[in-house]
Nanobody
Framework: HVQVMESGGGLVQPGGSLRLSCAAS????????MNWYRQTPGKERELVAY???????TYLDSVKGRFTASRDDAENTVYLQMNSLKPEDTAVYYC?????????WGQGTQVTVSS
């Protein structure tokens, strides 16, 4: 069955960096677009970045130039490199894949940017 699992969150100072990972299984990973979302309490989940099966990535305007999505199809893993982090990047970050009419989510990983 389909599973995605995030890791790599934590506490970082403003201006710092983190790399999130999302390990996937149960589907033909290389064929699917993978998404990174984030959510803060009381707000809608927002799409931060996505990366196609061919490796083309697209970003939320507020993270352009700071975040980079990548994927390793041999390892069935997608990454989100986050640089120059800001307090407003604080959120739970989720990995997502949509297969047919179903949306699959990980459990999320907390990213806190604070001094």
């Amino acid at each position: 069955h389909v599973q995605v699992m995030e890791s790599g969150g934590g506490l970082v100072q403003p201006g710092g960096s983190l790399r999130l990972s999302c390990a996937a299984s149960g589907f033909s990973f290389s064929n699917y677009l993978m998404n990174w979302y984030r959510q803060t309490p009381g707000k809608e989940r927002e799409l931060v970045a996505y990366i196609s099966g061919g490796g083309t990535s697209t970003y939320l305007d507020s993270v352009k130039g700071r975040f980079t999505a990548s994927r390793d199809d041999a390892e069935n893993t997608v990454y989100l490199q986050m640089n120059s982090l800001k307090p407003e990047d604080t959120a739970v970050y989720y990995c997502n894949v949509d297969i047919g009419l179903r949306r699959y989510w990980g459990q999320g990983t907390q990213v806190t940017v604070s001094s």
